[in-house]
């Protein structure tokens, strides 16, 4: 039955690019939706015309998009039946409901200035309090209960601004199961009377979402925990609007806490110990400051969904690594921890490297082959752009790497000759016996048919043996040598691939290298 479908939405403001904490809130919605053969909907929250920042709408729409995260409804992905799904094109819709709490008597028109609203703040910041527009302040405030009819029908009648409040029960318990906290129990002395309505006619977050949750017919609510303190008035206009029975199930998230587990992440934490906070790159619109983002640092986005599932979630077992269907098996709310996830960037990478090295082959040589095109401007039919050439680089280079890119800038010394060599390293691994060591190798190799690793790694090998030098020593000079490094990929892999010409090359050059520089 349609009524009864799970139909769960997304709702953030375009006020910035979306914060990875954003995209989880989305993910986990998008997870128990299709979980349940549920509706997934993007609704976007731009009642606050001051904190609109244009570009983020679409930011908020390719982010979902990279991350596979598709609403199945939604601004940006096709009109379902309850469009439009941006809240500053429904604003007709939500005055009707605030007059019906007025009607009701659960709400009031409200006429305080804002000269009025900062006296009565700094008349109580002077006793060392914070002003609060509730049960035990709003007589003495400028409103529809502390005024006479007569004052407010004259108030109304010359379009006075006002804003419409809810009027809070004082001493009332207000109670409700969230799905992550279980029972939560409050006292409506600490819920102030919240502004519904605003004097531009705009309603604030607190009536949007439950007039768009009740109209879009969402039945779980997933978000941050700094929500948390508002649910008590969200329970209560469910309840004084008479929409009781059809409330969502909220779900507050635990927040995404800095590596050191010391307060929310933000982007200057990601900006000082290097690491991205934003799904994609973000270029601020006013400063054109850009902050980078999970894509464009070489994050696979599967890799990115599964690193931010696990943030303040589990299966319940030690499994770390799930695709996007079994993460919509695996998900639960009653799996998400109570306590704010620590964000671990080394882990990040760790997720990434495994998706990465689990890549085909074909698509590891495609990235390097357009990589290396790129940086060294080779013609079509060089033999290092062959398939069986890169085929045999991204082997070698596979194991050591954790971004697509890595395979590039680990392995340069695979497509160019070493432009610098590591001499601290040379310095203490040479010596000058070694010279007797090339006059006999460099013929050998010279004279070799076959040049792999199967035979050249034993010839050098033994050779070393024999003229009694230190195998650690000569090994790590020979890599130098061929790569400019002291260490790498596999070195007799190296040396198969590159061939008898190019590794006798640059065995050469290195001995020149050190003549010169002795
Ligand atoms: N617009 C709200 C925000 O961005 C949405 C909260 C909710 O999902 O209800 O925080």
Redesign the pocket.
């Known amino acids: 039955m349609e009524s009864n479908k799970v139909r769960l939405?997304?709702?953030?403001?375009p006020?910035g690019p979306l914060h990875m904490g954003?995209v989880r809130?989305a993910l986990y919605s998008y997870l128990f939706a299709k979980q349940h053969g549920g509706d997934f909907i993007l609704r976007i929250?731009d009642t606050d015309q001051n904190r609109f920042v244009p570009g983020a709408e679409q930011y908020i729409i390719d982010a979902l998009n990279w991350c596979g995260i598709i609403p199945n409804e939604g601004v940006g992905f096709g009109d379902g039946k309850h469009a439009p799904y941006r809240q500053s094109e429904r604003k007709p819709l939500y005055k009707q409901y605030a007059e019906q709490l007025i009607g009701s008597g659960h709400a009031y028109y409200a006429f305080d200035t804002a000269a009025d609203m900062e006296i009565k703040r700094k008349q109580a910041e002077s006793t060392g309090k914070s002003f609060m527009y509730d049960a035990q302040t709003r007589m003495q405030m400028q409103n529809s209960l502390s005024q006479p009819a007569s004052e407010v029908n004259n108030l109304l009648n010359n379009n006075t601004p006002y804003v419409i409040r809810l009027k809070v029960m004082p001493d009332n318990e207000v109670a409700f199961d969230d799905l992550v906290r279980g029972h939560v129990v409050f006292n409506t002395n600490i819920v102030d009377d919240k502004v519904l309505l605003k004097s531009d006619g705009m309603p604030t977050?607190h009536l949007a979402?439950i007039v768009d949750?009740y109209l879009m017919q969402i039945t779980h609510?997933?978000?941050?925990e700094?929500?948390l303190p508002s649910a008590p008035a969200h329970i209560l206009i469910y309840k004084y609007l008479g929409w009781e029975s059809k409330m969502p199930h909220y779900a507050h998230l635990p927040l995404l806490l800095k590596p050191d587990g010391h307060g929310k992440l933000s982007k200057r934490d990601g900006d000082r110990l290097g690491f991205p906070v934003f799904p994609l790159n973000w270029t601020d619109p006013i400063t054109a400051e850009i902050s980078s983002g999970y894509r464009e640092r070489g994050y696979l986005p599967q890799a990115f969904v599964n690193m931010l599932a696990l943030l303040g979630w589990n299966s319940g077992t030690t499994q770390e690594l799930f695709t996007m269907p079994q993460l919509i098996n695996a998900f639960s709310f009653k799996h998400i921890h109570k306590a704010g996830a620590k964000f671990d960037p080394e882990k990040a990478k760790w997720f990434n490297e495994q998706y990465v090295r689990a890549l085909p082959d074909a698509t590891l040589v495609d990235h390097l082959r357009n990589d290396v095109i790129e940086s060294y401007k080779y013609s079509g039919d060089d033999v290092r752009l062959t398939d069986s050439y890169l085929i045999k680089a991204v082997q070698l280079l596979k194991p050591r790497i954790q971004f697509l890119h890595d395979m590039h800038s680990m392995g340069h010394y695979l497509f160019e000759p070493p432009q610098t060599y590591d001499t601290d390293a040379l310095q203490k691994k040479w010596n000058e016996n070694q010279f007797a060591f090339y006059d006999v190798l460099l013929p050998q190799l010279n004279t070799q048919q076959s040049f792999d690793a199967t035979v050249i790694e034993p010839l050098v090998k033994n050779l070393i043996k024999e003229m009694g030098l230190k195998m650690g020593d000569v090994i790590s000079c020979l890599r130098i040598f061929i790569s400019g490094k002291s260490s790498g990929v596999d070195l007799f892999g190296m040396i198969t691939l590159l061939g008898k010409t190019e590794t006798t090359q640059r065995i050469n050059n290195g001995l020149q290298f050190i003549k010169t520089n002795n």
């Open positions: 939405r997304f709702a953030p403001s006020t954003g809130t929250e977050y979402h949750d609510a997933v978000r941050g700094e929500w």
